[in-house]
């Protein structure tokens, strides 16, 4: 039978929306929203029923009917720690998504919306693989000193579908499967897959792992205490160190891979070592996961925006091949991923998960 699925990703000052007639995209479209229609409203939470709003006369101008939909897959937020999944949106959630339990972000939208839109035609709403999902192992999460535990914040939702997509291919399934997932965008994420959970995984936020093109990784933690009491930083500067000037912007003041590369043709050596770097630390951090995973390795996926570079998928392929098949996957197909889904629990190939 055929399912309609409506999928919603809110971001900073946009609204991603599509609707999937079972794995097939039939509509999509990027709702811009301007700063004067942001600034209106002093929290992202206040700007629920314009977003909903938008997203509803964009629907209607493209005559889909919310009756004709078999379900609504919103973008998960800043929830609780949780498992990955397919989660049913219940009261508990809309709760922790309202007062941002974990923090303000645009994705704290997804889940509220989808509920308030399903409820009018009587229609299941759910979320999938928040940046949130924690699957980490007791050993993993031990960081060295007791009172700091490592944390669990990835791109979990492109890492868990392009993990699925490897394993179809390998023609096994994602919960029979050991892959290794680079996610490789503005923050890079590392993530060992074993049996579909990620047992271990870079904080990718501001934590640890890898440098990316705006944020530091894992840094000598030794000197940065030391710029901490320096006296020369704020707080706010040294997290902007860390978030948002880190990485490749520290270095050669761009945060896009394409300028690098740019650079690199023009004959920029600086800039050659710098991209060299990251790709090192990556395929470093891949061979650690590995690791993980004992080697018992099925594929290592490359994936996120840098993944379109050829130059810097080879530099880390010629790093790490050795270990098993390597996969690229560009770019981040979150609209699918969250559809997807929603349809598997749909289609009862898996159980939708409650929140609490």
């Not at 999928?7 to 990027?30: D, H, L, Q, R, W």
């Not at 919103?74 to 999944?85: C, D, T, V, W, Y």
């Not at 501001?206 to 704020?234: N, W, Y």
Request: glycine share 10%; hydrophobic share 40%; proline share 2%.
């Amino acid at each position: 039978m055929s399912k309609k699925i409506l999928a919603i990703n809110p971001g900073s000052t946009s609204t991603k929306i599509a609707v999937y007639e079972n794995e097939k995209e039939i509509f999509e479209k990027t709702l811009r929203h301007s700063n004067e229609e942001i600034e209106k409203y002093e929290t992202i939470s206040a700007q629920m029923d314009f977003r909903r709003e938008v997203i509803e006369a964009a629907l209607v101008e493209a005559n889909i009917k919310l009756e004709d939909l078999s379900a609504i897959v919103g973008r998960g937020g800043l929830l609780k720690p949780m498992a990955g999944g397919t989660y049913k949106v219940n009261e508990p959630m809309l709760k922790d998504l309202e007062v941002g339990v974990l923090g303000e972000h645009a994705s704290n939208l997804g889940g509220r919306i989808a509920h308030e839109m399903a409820q009018k035609v009587s229609i299941e709403s759910f979320i999938v693989d928040p940046v949130v999902v924690d699957e980490l192992t007791d050993v993993a999460r031990v960081s060295g000193n007791a009172n700091l535990e490592r944390k669990s914040i990835f791109h979990a939702l492109n890492q868990k579908a392009t993990a699925r997509r490897a394993a179809k291919e390998l023609d096994k399934k994602y919960e029979e499967s050991n892959i290794i997932v680079a996610h490789m965008g503005g923050g890079v994420s590392v993530g060992a897959h074993l049996n579909g959970i990620v047992v271990d995984v870079n904080n990718a936020l501001d934590g640890c792992g890898p440098f990316s093109p705006e944020r530091s990784g894992g840094i000598p933690a030794g000197d940065l205490v030391k710029m901490c009491f320096s006296g020369e930083h704020t707080l706010d500067e040294i997290k902007k160190m860390l978030k948002g000037n880190g990485g490749i912007v520290s270095y050669l003041n761009t945060n896009d891979a394409r300028d690098v590369e740019a650079m690199i043709e023009k004959g920029d050596k600086k800039a050659e070592l710098v991209y060299k770097a990251m790709a090192y630390q990556i395929g470093k951090e891949i061979g650690a996961c590995a690791a993980v995973l004992k080697g018992k390795v099925d594929a290592i996926v490359l994936t996120g925006g840098i993944a379109y570079s050829k130059m810097f998928t080879a530099w880390i392929v010629e790093m790490i091949d050795f270990i098993g098949e390597v996969k690229i996957y560009p770019g981040e197909d979150e609209m699918s991923a969250l559809a997807m889904g929603a349809l598997r629990v749909l289609n009862q190939e898996e159980e939708a998960k409650i929140y609490n």
